[in-house]
């Protein structure tokens, strides 16, 4: 069984930038890759970016340019450097954990606020 938790969310000002964390724990052997997605209140559930065990990175097209995935494979941990941050970009934002056979597993979340 797999946990995640997330952490670093918080408000910030347009332009300004915030880090994203989460840290995987439990049985995790068998990843095939991490990602966040995001969830502003009333729209739906929107891709943010993706990474896969290989490094290769996927973003979303409002967030490529601006954030940036990683992932620290020693520390079982995935960050979103969050960068130019415009008030659309708040949300509460879950990571998550892909392994093989089509299992995933979600974070509770954290809040995003940019304020103009």
């Known amino acids: 069984q797999v946990q995640l938790v997330e952490s670093g969310g918080g408000l910030a000002q347009a332009g300004g930038s915030l880090r994203l964390s989460c840290a995987a724990s439990?049985?995790?052997?068998?990843?095939?890759?991490m990602g966040w997605y995001r969830q502003a209140t009333g729209k739906q559930r929107e891709l943010v970016a993706i990474?896969?065990?290989?490094?290769?990175?996927t973003y979303g097209d409002s967030v490529r340019g601006r954030f940036t995935i990683s992932r620290d494979s020693a520390e079982n941990t995935m960050y979103l450097q969050m960068n130019s941050l415009l008030p659309e970009d708040t949300a509460v934002y879950f990571c998550?954990?892909?392994?093989?056979?089509?299992?995933?597993?979600w974070g509770q979340g954290t809040q995003v606020t940019v304020s103009s």
């Open positions: 990474i896969t065990t290989g490094g290769a990175t």
């Open positions: 439990g049985t995790i052997s068998g990843m095939i890759g």
């Open positions: 998550y954990l892909d392994k093989v056979l089509g299992s995933r597993t």
